[in-house]
C-alpha cells in the first residue's frame, strides 16, 4: 500500500512537472508563493505571533462583520418599522382631522406619546434628496418602510444632523414635517460591542507578546550559544531554562559541547605522548649523528631528522588545532604587517593592505598560524604576494594572492585533504607535509568561517579567508 501511494505521488509530481497545461495553471499559484515566501518575516518570534494574531483578526473579523450584517441590520430594520408606523398613524390622523384645533392635538399627541415633533407648512415641492452614505442603514429601511406603507412623496435627510432625523411627507393640501432622535431608528450601542471586542484583543495581544516573549528567548540563547561555540568561542553564563522541549535542546547542546572537547583533548592528548616519544627517538639520532664525521651521508641523515622534526611538529599543530587558545582581541592590520616582513625574509615581494576597524575579537595565535600558512604556500610557489584585508559589519575577509602556477578547479578541494600534495616529491627542496592547507581550513571553520580558492588575476592562485565577526 505504501509502495503504491509512493508511486502514485511520484506519478502525480513528474505529471505536473512534465504537464505544459498543469504548468500553467499552476504558475499564479507557484509566483504568489514565492512573493509571500519573500515578504514574510523569518524570525521565529514574528512568525509566532503571527500565528496568534492573525486567527485572532480574522475571527474578530468575522464576528463584527456578523453582528454588523446581522444584529445591527435587523436592529435598526426593526426600529425604522416601528417609527415610520408611528409617522403613518399621524399621517392618517392629519387626513382625519382637518381643524386647527385637531392638528394641535395632534401635535401635543405625537409630542408627548411618540415622541415626535410635527409641524405643518403650506402645500408644496419637497426640496431635492441628498445622497446618502452607501452604509447608511437609517436612510436605506426608514426610505422603504415610508414608500411601502404610507405611498405618498417624501423627503427624509439622515445626514444634516447627527442626532435628529428629518423627515417630511407631502399631502394634498400640505406637507408635514416631522423632527424625531436618531436613536429612535437605529440601534445607538452597537458600537459597545466594537469597542470591548477591539479592547479584549489588544488585551490578548499584549498577553501574548509577554509570555511568547518569555518562551523565545530561551531559544534566542541556544542560537547564539551554538553561534560562540562554533566560532571557536566559549559561551558564557548560558544554562537550559525554558519549555520543556527548549531545556532538551540546550542538554543535548552541552551534551555534544563536552563530546567534542573531549574527544579533541583526547586526540590532542594522545598525539603529543606519541610526539614526545618520537622527539626522544629523535634525540637520540641527533645525539648520535654528532658523533659521526660530516659526509654527505650523514649530512643527509641530519636533513631527514630535521624533516621529521618539521611533520612532527605539523601533525601535532594539526591534531590539535588551537583548541585551548581563549578569543581575544586582535589587531589584524599588524599581524598582516609581521606576516608580509617574514615573507619577505625569503625573498618574495609582498605587499599588504588593510580597510576597515582592525580590531576582532577571534584567536590570534590560531589565525596567524592559518595566514602564515597560506602565504607561506604562496611564496613557495611564487615572487609576487598582494594580502588584503577587509572587515564589513558582519565579516572579516582576507584575500591572499600570488602569481605561481595556481591549483587547477577539480584539484582544489583535494588540496584540503590532509597529507594530500599535488606533487610526488618527498623532499626537502618541495617541502611540505601536504597539512598546511588543513590546518588552515580547520583553524577558519573552528571560528565559524571558510575558505575558498580561486583563481587570481595575477595569474596564480587566489585564498580567500571569510570569518565571521
Known amino acids: 500500500m505504501t509502495d503504491r501511494s509512493t508511486w502514485r ?40 505571533l503571527l500565528i496568534i494574531v492573525i486567527p485572532m483578526v480574522l475571527l474578530q473579523s468575522v464576528l ?77 429601511y426608514t426610505s422603504r418602510e415610508i414608500t411601502a406603507r404610507i405611498g405618498k412623496p417624501f423627503f427624509i435627510d439622515t445626514i444634516g444632523n447627527d442626532r435628529f432625523l428629518d423627515i417630511r411627507i407631502q399631502l394634498e393640501d400640505k406637507n408635514l414635517r416631522f423632527i424625531a432622535r436618531r436613536s429612535l431608528a437605529y440601534a445607538s450601542n452597537s458600537h459597545i460591542f466594537i469597542v470591548w471586542m477591539v479592547a479584549t484583543s489588544l488585551i490578548l495581544i499584549i498577553t501574548a507578546l509577554l509570555f511568547l516573549r518569555n518562551q523565545i ?62 622527539r626522544t627517538i629523535l634525540t637520540r639520532f641527533n645525539l648520535q649523528l654528532t658523533f659521526l664525521d660530516n659526509t654527505p651521508e650523514v649530512a643527509a641523515l641530519r636533513r631527514d631528522v630535521e624533516e621529521m622534526n618539521r611533520m612532527l611538529e605539523d601533525y601535532l ?12 582581541e586582535t589587531d589584524i592590520s599588524l599581524m598582516l604587517e609581521e606576516l608580509e616582513v617574514e615573507a619577505e625574509v625569503v625573498g618574495a615581494d609582498v605587499e599588504s593592505t588593510f580597510d576597515g576597524d582592525p580590531q576582532v575579537v577571534l584567536k590570534g595565535r590560531a589565525f596567524r598560524r592559518c595566514l602564515l600558512n597560506l602565504i607561506s604556500n604562496a611564496a613557495r610557489y611564487g615572487k609576487t604576494i598582494r594580502i588584503k584585508g ?41 617541502g ?29 592562485l587566489r585564498v580567500r579567508v571569510r570569518v565571521p565577526i
Do not use: C
Not at 22 to 30: C, D, G
Not at 237 to 259: I, N, S, T
Not at 437 to 453: M, Q
Open 9 to 48: 505521488d511520484f506519478s502525480i509530481s513528474r505529471t505536473i512537472r512534465t504537464s505544459p497545461i498543469l504548468k500553467s495553471l499552476l504558475k499564479p499559484y507557484f509566483a504568489f508563493a514565492s512573493w509571500l515566501h519573500n515578504r514574510l518575516p523569518k524570525g521565529l518570534y514574528v512568525r509566532a
Open 64 to 140: 463584527a462583520f456578523v453582528f454588523m450584517e446581522r444584529h445591527y441590520a435587523l436592529v435598526t430594520r426593526r426600529l425604522s418599522e416601528a417609527l415610520v408606523r408611528e409617522i403613518s398613524a399621524v399621517v392618517e390622523m392629519y387626513e382625519t382631522y382637518e381643524t386647527e384645533q385637531d392638528e394641535e392635538r395632534i401635535k401635543r399627541i405625537a409630542a408627548s406619546a411618540l415622541n415626535l415633533s410635527v409641524s405643518v407648512s403650506k402645500p408644496g415641492p419637497l426640496p431635492p434628496k441628498k445622497d446618502a452614505s452607501l452604509f447608511d442603514l437609517v436612510d436605506l
Open 217 to 278: 528567548r530561551p531559544i534566542e540563547k541556544l542560537a547564539d550559544a551554538a553561534e560562540e561555540f562554533g566560532k571557536g568561542r566559549q559561551p558564557t553564563q548560558f544554562r537550559p531554562h525554558g519549555a520543556r522541549e527548549v531545556r532538551r535542546a540546550a542538554m543535548a547542546f552541552l551534551d555534544m559541547r563536552r563530546r567534542i572537547e573531549r574527544h579533541v583533548d583526547q586526540r590532542t592528548t594522545m598525539l603529543a605522548g606519541v610526539s614526545h616519544d618520537l
Open 317 to 328: 599543530a594539526f591534531s590539535k588545532g588551537y583548541g585551548d587558545e581563549e578569543s581575544e
Open 390 to 430: 577587509h572587515r564589513t559589519p558582519d565579516w572579516l575577509i582576507v584575500t591572499v594572492d600570488d602569481d605561481g602556477p595556481g591549483i587547477p578547479p577539480q584539484e582544489r578541494e583535494n588540496v584540503f585533504r590532509p597529507f594530500h600534495r599535488l606533487d610526488t616529491a618527498r623532499n626537502q627542496d618541495t
Open 432 to 460: 611540505g607535509s601536504g597539512l598546511g592547507l588543513s590546518i588552515a581550513r580547520d583553524i577558519v571553520r573552528a571560528h565559524g568561517g571558510e575558505i575558498f580558492l580561486r583563481e587570481s588575476p595575477m595569474g596564480g
